[in-house]
């Protein structure tokens, strides 16, 4: 079997296959199943945000290097004509517009504020992996310290899971709308140099 995309939609089909029908004859063990797949679900999360994020880090280096390229070029482009170097002043604002336009690439693609963004939200989320991984040792402990709160404990434990899941998934849909909004901002951005350059201001 192939291996599944961190972000296949797969990973949910395979989540409800393994908790829909456990067997809550054993409720310890059913909950420690719900927990590992709840676990497992936000695993492939920070797979997916290393991963994506390693790819915005390369994305971001080469349009900064393009950037600061060029934009050095263009400054320096007038002053070598001045110096009666080369002939090149011309090109200053030629050079200085390509490195505009690295710029607003990397706002397109999320470069630079993406790589943040990710390195953010993945940390954030391998935070509450561990937090809550500790958390859920001491719930088993107490669990078997103290059998007269057996049900009390269990919904304790039911109601961790819950919460966990939609800390996680919270943070996850604030960083995509977060991420949306920074789109959105930067297409405006982009439209704006587009007419201004077309209407030669």
């Known amino acids: 079997m192939a291996k599944m995309k961190t972000e296949d939609p797969e ?115 391998e935070k509450i992996i561990a937090v809550s991984t500790v958390k859920w040792n001491e719930l088993e402990h107490k669990l078997d310290q103290d059998a007269d709160k057996t049900s009390e404990i269990e919904l304790e434990m039911f109601q961790f899971i819950i919460s966990t899941l939609d800390e996680a998934y919270l943070l996850i849909i604030d960083e995509t709308n977060e991420w949306n909004e920074s789109l959105n901002a930067a297409l405006a951005d982009f439209e704006k140099r587009y007419k201004k350059s077309k209407n030669g201001k």
Do not use: C
């Not at 989540?15 to 497992?40: G, N």
């Not at 971001?60 to 070598?80: E, K, N, Q, V």
């Open 11 to 125: 990973r949910i089909k395979v989540f409800l296959e393994k908790t829909t029908s456990l067997d809550w004859s054993s409720p310890k063990e059913a909950l420690s199943t719900l927990k590992s797949e709840a676990f497992e679900l936000l695993n492939h999360e920070v797979a997916y945000y290393y991963r994506i994020r390693q790819n915005k880090k390369s994305i971001s280096g080469y349009l900064r290097f393009g950037m600061l390229l060029f934009g050095t070029l263009g400054i320096l482009a007038p002053l070598a004509e001045a110096a009666k170097l080369y002939e090149v002043g011309n090109y200053g604002y030629l050079l200085l517009a390509i490195s505009g336009a690295f710029l607003t690439a990397n706002n397109l693609f999320g470069g630079t504020t993406g790589h943040a963004r990710f390195i953010t939200t993945q940390l954030q989320l």
